[in-house]
Nanobody
Framework: QVQLAESGGGLVQAGDSLRLSCTAS????????VGWFRQAPGKEREFVAAITRGGDSTYYADSVKGRFTISRDNAKNTVYLQMNSMKREDTAVYYC?????????????????WGQGTQVTVSS
C-alpha cells in the first residue's frame, strides 16, 4: 500500500497564495492517480483537484478553476496543489488521496489511500 502525508497548510490572508504538498511512501507512486479534497467545518468533504498517474490530465472543481493548479513530480513522490487568489471559503482541512484503478476522479469513493489532512485557514 501507499502512505500519504500532506504538508504546507497554514494561515493566510485573502488574496494570498499557498502551496500544499502530498508526499507518498510505499508502493510505486507513479501507479496512482492523486486527488485533493477538502472539508470545511460542518460541511461534506468535497473534491478540489486531481491528476492522472503521468500528470498528463488534470481535473478541477469549478470553485477553484483558474486559481488552483495541481501538479506532480514522480521522481520526488510528491503531488502539489498551488493555491492562488485565496478566498475565505477556501478555509478547510485539505486531504490528498490516491487511487490506482478506475472510477470517478470527483468522488471520494474510488480513492484507496488518504493522508491525515492539513489545515488551511484564509482570513479576510
Amino acid at each position: 500500500q501507499v502512505q500519504l502525508a500532506e504538508s504546507g497548510g497554514g494561515l493566510v490572508q485573502a488574496g494570498d497564495s499557498l502551496r500544499l504538498s502530498c508526499t507518498a511512501s510505499g508502493r510505486t507512486f507513479s501507479d496512482y492517480g492523486v486527488g485533493w479534497f477538502r472539508q470545511a467545518p460542518g460541511k461534506e468533504r468535497e473534491f478540489v483537484a486531481a491528476i492522472t498517474r503521468g500528470g498528463d490530465s488534470t481535473y478541477y472543481a469549478d470553485s477553484v478553476k483558474g486559481r488552483f493548479t495541481i501538479s506532480r513530480d514522480n521522481a520526488k513522490n510528491t503531488v502539489y496543489l498551488q493555491m492562488n487568489s485565496m478566498k475565505r471559503e477556501d478555509t478547510a482541512v485539505y486531504y490528498c488521496a490516491g487511487k490506482r484503478y478506475g472510477g470517478s476522479w470527483f468522488s471520494s469513493e474510488p480513492y484507496d489511500y488518504w493522508g491525515q489532512g492539513t489545515q488551511v485557514t484564509v482570513s479576510s
